[in-house]
C-alpha cells in the first residue's frame, strides 16, 4: 500500500495531482481544511489536504492524467471479473489502513517537534476537535519563539490543555445533598463505587450512613452491598416499587447520607432509564453521579450520557482509571458536557481507591510521554 498526502487550493487540484502520482485506481482516504503559511498566527491561507492511497500492484504503468481526454468507450468501462476482484482487494486494503490508524489525523502537519504532542494528544484519544485547540495555541507559540531548540514540549502542553480545560469544573466539595445516587450502565462498577463513597463519609467524615438498593435485577447485586453494610455496620433497605422507596426513606430519617444503587443493564435499552424512574423518587433533593469506565469506547460513553440525561445527572464518576493506558475521553466528555467530574476509582480496594477528580492529575497523564526540557 503506498499513501501520499498532498496540500492544494481545491479538490479538482487534488484529484489531478493524486492521478498524476498514483493513477486512476487511487483512492482518497481523507480531506481536511488547513491554514498554511501565515507570520504569528496572521495573515494564513486556507489549504485543502488530502491524503490518498494505491496498492502498487493494481497501479500498473504510470500514465499523464489529461481532464481533457474523451471518456473510452461503454465497452472499455466493464469491469471484468478479474479487475473487479482487484477493487475489492483495494477496498479491503484501505479499510485495513484506516482501521489501523496508519494515517494519523494529525501527523507531519505541525511545525518542528509540534508533531509529537498532537500524535500523543491522538493516541489518548482526545478529539480531533480538541486536539486542534491545543495545536493552535502551541503553533502560534513555536512562531513566536525565537529558540526552537529551548521549546519544553510537556510544559507547553500543560500549559495549553490548562487554558482550553479553564471552564471546565471538577468536584471540590463534599456531598451537597441527603441523597446521593449512583446510575450507570452494567458492568462500570457502581455498587463498588458506592461502597467507597460511603466509606470515605462514614471514616473520614463521621457521617451516619445507611443504604437503600434497587438493584434487585442482579442475583447478588443484593448480598454484595448488604455485606458492605456488615462491614461498615450500617442499615441497607432493599427497594423494589416506589412505595417500598418511600418506605425506606422514612425508615432512615435519622441517618445524615443515604446512599442509593441502582440497576446496572444494558444502556441501550430504551426502557432502561424510565423504569429506573419508577422505582427511584428523583424529584427529591438528591445528588447522582453518572458512573463510566474509562475502559470503554468515548462513543459508547458518549451514547450512555444521552441515555441518562432523562434523570439528569449532577455529576461524573470516571472507574477503572487503573485498566486502561488513555485518558482522553475524560477531556471529551468535561468539552462536551457542563456537568463536573466528581471522583475516579483507581482499583477494587473499598475504600482507600477512590480519589477526589483532579485536573492537574488528568493534564499530567495526558502529557507524560511527551519530552520535558
Known sequence: MKVKKIVVNDMPEAMTKIKEELGQNAVILNSRSIEKGGFLGFFTKKKLEVTAAIDPDLRGPKEKFNPRQPAPPASDQRKSPALSQEIDQLRSAVNKLQS??????????????????????????????????????????????????????????????????????????????????????????????????????????????????????????????????????????????????????????????????????????????EQLKGVIDFSMDMQTHLVLALTSKYEDMADIIEQFKLIQPDRIIFTKWDETSTYGAIVNVMKETALPISYITTGQDVPDDLEVANKQKLIDQLVRKLPHG
Open 100 to 273: 489501523q490508524s496508519a494515517v494519523p489525523k494529525h501527523s507531519g502537519i505541525y511545525p518542528g517537534p509540534l508533531n509529537q504532542v498532537a500524535s500523543c494528544l491522538e493516541k489518548e484519544g482526545v478529539q480531533s476537535t480538541y486536539i486542534q485547540e491545543v495545536m493552535e495555541k502551541l503553533t502560534k507559540q513555536y512562531y513566536r519563539e525565537d529558540n526552537h531548540h529551548a521549546i519544553d514540549l510537556k510544559d507547553w502542553t500543560q500549559s495549553a490543555l490548562t487554558e482550553i480545560l479553564a471552564h471546565t469544573r471538577f468536584q471540590t466539595s463534599g456531598f451537597e445533598t441527603r441523597y446521593v445516587n449512583v446510575v450507570g450502565p452494567t458492568g462500570v462498577g457502581k455498587t463498588t463505587t458506592l461502597a467507597k463513597m460511603a466509606s470515605r463519609a462514614v471514616i473520614h467524615d463521621q457521617k451516619k450512613v445507611a443504604f437503600i438498593t434497587t438493584d434487585t435485577y442482579r442475583i447478588a447485586a443484593v448480598e454484595q452491598l448488604k455485606t458492605y453494610a456488615k462491614i461498615l455496620n450500617v442499615p441497607v433497605e432493599v427497594a423494589y416499587t416506589i412505595d417500598d422507596f418511600s418506605e425506606a426513606q422514612r425508615k432512615l430519617l435519622d441517618y445524615d447520607l443515604i446512599f442509593i444503587d441502582s440497576a446496572g443493564r444494558n444502556f441501550r435499552d430504551a426502557d432502561y432509564v
